[in-house]
């Protein structure tokens, strides 16, 4: 299955991946560089300049991938 994720606003990376299963997808869209600015273990900056906003634990990061993607 085709999974998209678009970073949620100021950020407008857009992110496409192929994954068998939900879990799957967040896992790849996360490794991808999904919320980047936000991420604790791998912490890097979005072309669009935005106010440095704090960064969010594993679990959080999951959950709003999890609800922010969808299913191509």
Do not use: Q, W
């Amino acid at each position: 299955m085709i999974y998209r994720f678009v970073c949620p606003a100021p950020c407008n990376r857009e992110i496409t991946i192929y994954a068998d299963t939900d879990t799957d997808a967040i896992k790849k869209i996360i490794s991808a560089g999904a919320l980047s600015c936000r991420n604790m273990a791998n912490r890097s900056y979005c072309e669009k300049y935005h106010r440095a906003m704090p960064s969010l634990p594993e679990n959080r990061l999951r959950e709003i991938v999890r609800v922010s993607m969808t299913l191509s």
